[in-house]
């Protein structure tokens, strides 16, 4: 079992930072795929970011490329997104997701863990 607890998440205005951390613990994550993902009211979980914990090369949405960074401390076990020039539309629930075995690292489904989300609300 993974036990993921997500923090970070505020109100910001548009243009501003925020990091969001998603601490692990459970077993060691060394061959998981990791992502984050992130969903508004009556609207699908939507991919935002992966990487592998080994550290493969990260894979972005097209519309957070250049502003969110996906990242990991092995001492901390816990995985980040640093979100910068934040806009209006990245407001939403954030959530961290681990999967063992992907065949698709794109869709929600494939991900066994998932923790409780934090919200990220940007201000015009």
């Known amino acids: 079992q993974v036990q993921l607890v997500e923090s970070g998440g505020g109100l910001v205005q548009a243009g501003g930072s925020l990091r969001l951390s998603c601490a692990a613990s459970?077993?060691?994550?060394?061959?998981?795929?990791m992502g984050w993902f992130r969903q508004t009211p009556g609207k699908e979980r939507e991919f935002v970011a992966f990487?592998?914990?080994?550290?493969?090369?990260?894979i972005y949405t097209d519309s957070v490329k250049g502003r969110f960074t996906i990242s990991r401390d092995n001492a901390k076990n816990t995985l980040y997104l640093q979100m910068n020039s934040l806009k209006p539309e990245d407001t939403a629930l954030y959530y961290c997701?681990?999967?063992?075995?992907?065949?698709?690292?794109?869709?929600?489904?494939?991900?066994?863990?998932w923790g409780q989300g934090t919200q990220v609300t940007v201000s015009p």
């Open positions: 997701a681990a999967a063992a075995r992907l065949s698709n690292k794109f869709w929600a489904r494939e991900y066994e863990y």
């Open positions: 459970g077993r060691a994550l060394s061959n998981y795929g």
């Open positions: 990487m592998y914990w080994s550290g493969s090369s990260p």
